[in-house]
């Protein structure tokens, strides 16, 4: 019998870059968070950018990733230090002396006496004690070999903060080695003499690949990417030597002298770092920076700390977005991963494309004077979202919550329900039919016959099979909606709920309503028609007055141009009248409020009811004068008055229209 064989799977987490089973950027999300932002005050470009530094509850923003680089380059600065180098020179030194002193103590002739004399001399600097033992006839062969490694290790590490992975590929090298190393740096330099003489290097480049292209596994294509190679990496170790104190500064030329036992390497060095601050003048050579913990890092990994450092500080600077000109673009998503991982980098690219998801949808445009705004797309959207919270809090309210009815002489909603007694609304065939069906296969015995049943006999519709196509009355309505936008709204926290409720209404009555007229007005010291997505983007002011006298003029003439529709006027004001119109047209304001203010805005409420309005006020806060006029008017003109908490508002303002659309709906 075959062996069967199995294939086994491992499941781990993606680490490919963005999860490709990862959902789409909810961009209803998005625009719901910078809707709030502009209806508090912001303009949508700020707004669009405060989403983008805070991200969202799946995704870390800008600010976040900002942070946690800036700890980072913290990290690294707490933690290590740049004493690696010489204390590992100074331990070579002290053991190399050690096993010299040993050798000479065996010795008994007059000359490792005048040696031990010598040794005994050495001055304190480490850097002076090697340079003066370069020329001393080592007696013990481990002491030599110590000292020898000193000569090395500065070799390797000064080629390795310019030259990745050298310290490790030349340990243990050879004369042969190390004189490849001296060819390769001389026809670099020869190469890089001829980029910044403007010559073509294209020839010289291949040439100089074929010949010393092992020591470069990063395998630059061009002269261009090489320079850019070595120029970060020379950069970064020009910043670690200005990092150093002044005594340091001092030991490491001292001792570079000694490097590989010959001076041609610093030669050779300095030449090649000249020439790449040449070409490449815009990298930051001068800084500097203040190492202060206790893990010593060698000179390689000095620089490739400062090169780490530099990379976050760019990185820092990319998230902050601060600078003219920038761009999500901008930001290095290779270097964000190197950094703080490849997640860092996937929610820095969903940003990115959520942003340009938003302006491609369509989201944003401009307005006249230039200004980003937010699109008609995006206030349906931005509506439909504010709807359907209001509409949650329309539920949980007591009594009848249904906004369709059926009526006389009325459109079809698209929905139907059971017949009831005394319902003139047309059937809908399909469902009754269907239903009829459906009630005929449940009800037989043996539901097998029932299709040839059907099939000889016809389908027999029952009472209860019957469904009516809904409909809603043709009567039309000319809404307006008077929102109070004085400077008390903004301070007392009422802005926002005020413009959450324009942008609710004006969604229910544009998708369901369709027939009715809504007309915006905004009134502060003086009053003025106003469009859903201007209102949105209204700015407080330091406006004091409540012109409701002037409101109320403007309503009166968008009623007049519907007289066959029901009249309704929705005010929402947290101040009772302290303004109205002067017979020049220019506003007059005076608190508390001013006898003739009161009574040409109770004059205009009487015109308002003889067009057979229904008014209902919206009364915010506690002010008992606001209450007492409110009160007294709702009396005369046979108005209401709703006093809701800021958070009910919507709520209140949207079930008071649909209340009134019920009973125009019952009148007729």
Known sequence: MARKSFHRSRYQRYTGGPDPLAPPVDLREALETIGDDVMAGASPQRALRELLRRGTPNMRGLDKLREQVNRRRQELLKKRNLDGTFAEIRELLDRAVLEERKQLARDLDDDARFAEMQ????????AQAVEELSEYNWRSPQAREDYEKIKDLLGRELLDQRFAGMKEALEGATEADRQRVSDMLKDLNELLEAHNRGEDTSEMFDEFMDAHGDFFPENPRNTEELIDSLAQRAAAAQQFYNSLTPEQQAELDQLAQQAFGSPDLMSQLAQMDSQLRAARPGLDWDNAQSFSGDQPMGLGEGAEALRDISELEALSEQLSQQYAGAQMDDIDLDALARQLGDEAAVDARMLAELEKALSEEGFFDRAADGQLRLSPKAMRQLGQSIFRDIAEQLSGRRGDRQTRRTGLLGEPTGASREWEFGDTDPWDVTRTVSNAVLRTVSETTEPSLATSEMARSGVRIDVRDVEVAETESRTQAAVVLLVDTSFSMEMEGRWTPM?????????????????????????GRYARSIDIAELTGLQPRMEQGTNLHHALLLAQRHLRRFPNAQPVVLVVTDGEPTAHLDPSGE?????????????????????????????????????????????????????RVVAPDVDGLGAAVVGDYLKSRKGRRRRG
């Open 587 to 639: 506003p007059f304001f005076f608190y508390p409020p001013h006898p003739q203010t009161i009574a040409l805005t109770v004059r205009e409420l009487d015109h308002v009811a003889r067009l057979g309005a229904q008014v209902t006020f919206f009364r915010l806060g506690e002010d008992p004068g606001l209450a007492h006029f409110m009160d007294q008017i709702a009396r005369r003109i046979g108005g």
């Open 119 to 126: 040794i005994g001399s050495l001055p304190p600097s480490t």
């Open 499 to 523: 413009k959450r409720t324009a942008i609710a209404l004006n969604h229910l009555i544009s998708t369901r309503f369709r027939s009715d007229e809504l007309h915006l007005i905004a009134f």
